[in-house]
């Protein structure tokens, strides 16, 4: 497998598209390896079912320009932070050996992106551990990124993605299952398939860029101080007087 320079994970299909996927296809768009994992199949989904979701992420992720994508098989609505699941993230982990892993923020309603973001975070750790067994070397990557799953979220840092949003938003449509389609008008109803949920996400994406001065934008939290390699490092920084 080509080095990979991020792993994305993704509780369910579609989450890393709504809150990392202009951070991915800026990446892959510009030659960096980027790898999805999803956690679940999302075969709880009140819509869809697993076969349509799976085609749906092949055509998401090919939008965005991914060409790697696993499935850490653990249920959907039942994501916990146990050490079988931590030893699971921990081969992928120990396969891709990313320079960086963007993974959801834990505050969240979903209780299995609660529970993700812990998990991955502790695989992460356990990863570097040379006495956890896997049969692979052990790896520990340089930096994670927590993307949120909910809009009332102050970030550390925000990433311009206003040239790669329209990937974004065509990648989110690629889940059609999952939202409003006026054909199917008697579909279950669902947080996400309210009519103007896409509108939701463009407003929120807009929030974000408007925190640094440019059209579209993707937030992220990190759990230490931001490092710079140098001083010399501020001059290329934009940290806008708003
Ligand atoms: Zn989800």
């Known amino acids: 497998m080509d080095t990979t320079e991020a792993l994305v994970f993704s509780p369910h299909p579609d989450d890393a598209e709504m809150g990392c996927g202009g951070t991915i296809a800026s990446l892959s768009h510009a030659g ?3 790898a999805l994992c999803y956690i679940t199949r999302g075969e709880m989904g009140t ?16 939008i965005l320009g991914v060409l790697h994508h696993v499935y850490a098989d653990i249920p959907d609505a039942g ?40 998990l991955i975070r502790d695989a ?4 570097g551990l040379m006495k956890i067994e896997t049969g692979q070397e052990r ?13 009332e979220f102050t970030p550390s840092l925000v990433v311009d993605i206003t040239g790669h949003f329209g990937s974004k938003m065509n990648a989110i449509r690629a889940y059609r299952s999952q939202f409003y389609d006026p054909a199917t008008p008697n579909a ?44 010399t490092s501020l ?4 940290c806008r007087m708003r």
């Open 124 to 127: 992460i750790y356990l990863s």
């Open 188 to 231: 279950p109803e669902t947080l996400l398939s309210v009519p103007d949920f896409l509108d939701r996400l463009a407003a929120i994406a807009r929030y974000y860029g408007a925190l640094i001065g440019v059209t579209y934008g993707e937030g992220y939290g990190v759990d230490f101080p931001l490092a710079l390699p140098s001083p």
């Open 79 to 118: 994501v916990t932070n146990t050490q079988e699941n931590r030893l699971k993230i921990v081969a992928i982990l120990r396969t891709f050996r990313p320079r960086i892993v963007l993974t959801p923020h834990h505050e969240s309603l979903h209780p299995d992106h609660v529970q993700a973001s812990l």
């Open 139 to 151: 790896y520990r990557p340089e930096s994670v990124f927590y993307y949120p799953l909910r809009p």
């Open 47 to 62: 819509r869809g079912d697993v076969e349509t979701r799976a085609a749906e992420t092949r055509e998401a992720l090919q």
């Open 235 to 238: 001059l290329g920084l934009s």
């Open 32 to 34: 960096h390896s980027v």
